[in-house]
């Protein structure tokens, strides 16, 4: 996943930071030399002052010999004082160049022009990569917020922008953390998840994977048979069950999907199971009938938590069924599967930010471990690995 986008945006981090070190290495010099010659200038009136200094001294030590013997200590101790005005004053000019030279190094703000060719060297990388206009435009103004008038060097300015990238990318990914699912599961029995999606998403195998998921943390968990539509959808998911060895209420095909999921409910309280799991019918397209049939299941069973899976190999087009299954059905959290051989990486990035709504986990394999909690910084920080 990522592997285009990872490239263009190191891509462009090298060539700001060229831009950045050329500005540093053409300019400041000049500035510094300007500088330098200051000093000279200054560290030359003070030697013209301490001449004159000198010369009136001198004056009047030979009056005054005119007219009375002066103390040669007198004299020895007076000159020593004029070689010590002169040490001091050398090391004065040696400091303030040493000042100088520092500020050199730290010296080029970025400014919209710098910020304008970064993100134009990611953009269209992006675009290509299913993310969303909407997240582009998220993403510029957070490099913008973050990286702004911020004063960088040679040494420090790639480390500036990497971390400003990643923090504008992980700020359109929204998180809600596992362990607060834990918690939520605690506090109601049976919890109630209903999973909802297109045909062909991986709807089905990512329940499985939950159920395995709950099981490790020691929940009991019943499924809801709810697709009576798709054909082979009911023993598909019985082989799950039965692999995992939890239980499963069905009805048959073209039953209501409603009903299936009231009497899992029904069935759960009666044995004092942690979770129900209601696994739902999809279609190649987001019809009426699939809506209307779906906001039934979800007016009966009055679910606590329901999860859209998408497939994140479609982009945007998982983007926007996600979309439409929150105004139409209302949805709370996503899961993507095959985030593993997503090369792209476009709905991870955008998902959330269109929906408002967080990513769960991730998919990453056919195996019932092959699912991952989603954690924003981590991904945002593997776009840079």
Not at 144 to 157: C, I
Not at 296 to 314: C, E, Q, Y
């Amino acid at each position: 996943m990522f592997d285009f986008i990872k490239k263009k945006i190191k891509d462009s981090i090298n060539s700001i930071q060229k831009k950045l070190s050329k500005e540093e290495h053409s300019e400041e010099p000049q500035k510094f030399e300007l500088e330098r010659k200051g000093l000279q200038r200054e560290e030359a009136a003070q030697t013209v002052e301490l001449k004159k200094e000198e010369k009136k001294i001198s004056a009047e030590i030979h009056e005054q010999q005119l007219k009375a013997p002066v103390k040669k200590e007198a004299i020895r101790k007076h000159d020593g004082e004029q070689r010590k005005t002169k040490q001091i004053s050398e090391p004065k000019v040696k400091k303030q160049e040493k000042e100088v030279e520092k500020h050199r190094v730290f010296s080029h703000a970025i400014n919209k022009e710098d910020i304008a060719s970064l993100y134009a060297g990611i953009k269209d990388a992006l675009l290509e990569n299913n993310v969303a206009v909407s997240v582009l435009d998220a993403i510029h103004k957070d490099l913008e917020e973050n990286l702004l008038g911020k004063e960088v060097s040679f040494l420090t300015n790639k480390k500036e922008i990497e971390g400003a990238i990643k923090k504008s990318i992980s700020d359109v990914m929204f998180e809600y953390p596992v362990k607060n699912l834990m918690a939520d599961i605690q506090h109601k029995k049976p919890y109630v998840i209903l999973f909802v999606g297109v045909n062909g998403a991986g709807k089905t195998t990512t329940l499985a994977k939950l159920i395995h998921f709950f099981l490790k943390n020691g929940l009991k968990v019943t499924v809801s048979a709810s697709d009576t539509f798709r054909a082979a959808s009911i023993e598909q998911l019985e082989i799950h069950t039965k692999n995992l060895g939890v239980e499963i209420i069905k009805h048959n095909y073209g039953a209501d999907p409603a009903a299936v999921a009231f009497d899992a409910i029904k069935h759960a309280k009666s044995e004092n199971t942690d979770l129900v799991l209601i696994d739902t019918a999809g279609r190649s397209d987001i019809n009426k009938n699939l809506i209307d049939e779906l906001k039934k299941v979800k007016r009966v069973s009055k679910p606590d938590l329901t999860i859209f899976v998408g497939d994140a190999l479609t982009g945007n087009d998982a983007v926007n069924q996600a979309r439409i299954f929150d105004t139409e059905v209302g949805i709370d959290a996503t899961i993507l599967s095959k985030a593993d051989v997503d090369k792209k990486g476009g709905a991870v990035l955008s998902i959330s930010y269109i929906t408002k709504k967080p990513i769960l986990f991730l998919g990453t394999g056919q195996g019932y471990d092959d699912l991952i909690p989603f954690d924003k910084e981590k991904t945002a920080n593997f776009l840079l690995d």
